[in-house]
């Protein structure tokens, strides 16, 4: 996903909108519903949804910078020093109770297009009544196979794990390189 620009008001949003759907909002089933979500996305649509990038860890694929924005918020550890103005806006609409995310507000859906709500709510279908194992397992696909511990999956494996064919993968490269001209 892109690197330089993080949108965390939408990752926020996605994620309570997620959290707000499951009958059990822990932090493995939502961040791994937002990865499926996002690779539906990448497949469909040949964009990113949201402007994370998803690290390999030993449970799957986690959305890194929704994490770490989430540890801040809850004063768990983070690692590097976030943007106070992101942690307060995180810290105003999620807490964590052991591992379950706890909304303290409604997603606020004008962040998130219908293209989008579509792919979270495919994402949601699909996993909320697996079990942890089940959602690890089937996370656990050719995109997470590919990178290495605690290194960013490639976006356009990601889709290609998801079912993208060549046309797709194409577009979504292009769009990649498009957008990370338009960081600069």
């Keep these: 996903m892109n690197g330089a620009?993080?949108?965390y008001e939408k990752a926020i949003q996605a994620l309570l909108y997620v959290v707000t759907q499951?009958?059990?909002?822990?932090?493995?089933k939502s961040f791994k519903v937002l990865y499926f979500a996002e690779q539906e996305y990448l497949r469909s649509w040949g964009n990113t949804m949201l402007t994370?990038?998803?690290?390999?860890?030993?449970?799957?694929?986690?959305?890194?910078?929704?994490y770490n924005l989430i540890k801040a918020a809850t004063r768990r550890e983070h690692?590097?020093?976030?943007d106070e103005k992101m942690?307060?806006?995180a810290q105003e609409?999620?807490?964590?109770?052991?591992?379950?995310?706890?909304?303290?507000?409604?997603?606020?859906?004008?962040?998130?297009?219908e293209t989008e709500i579509d792919c979270l709510n495919n994402a949601i279908s699909l996993y909320q009544d697996l079990s942890y194992g089940d959602v690890k397992q089937i996370s656990h696909n050719s995109a997470?196979?590919?990178?290495?511990?605690?290194?960013?999956?490639?976006?356009?494996?990601?889709?290609?794990?998801?079912?993208?064919d060549e046309v797709a993968?194409?577009?979504?490269?292009?769009?990649?390189?498009?957008?990370s001209y338009s960081s600069l």
């Design 144 to 164: 997470w196979q590919s990178a290495e511990l605690k290194k960013p999956l490639d976006p356009l494996r990601i889709a290609a794990a998801g079912g993208a």
């Design 87 to 89: 942690v307060r806006y």
């Design 22 to 28: 499951l009958k059990t909002p822990g932090l493995h």
């Design 93 to 113: 609409r999620v807490s964590l109770k052991e591992h379950l995310i706890q909304p303290l507000s409604a997603p606020d859906l004008d962040y998130l297009a």
């Design 52 to 66: 994370d990038v998803f690290v390999k860890m030993t449970d799957g694929p986690v959305p890194s910078h929704t």
């Design 5 to 7: 620009f993080f949108d």
């Design 79 to 82: 690692g590097k020093p976030l």
């Design 169 to 179: 993968l194409d577009y979504l490269r292009e769009s990649l390189y498009n957008n």
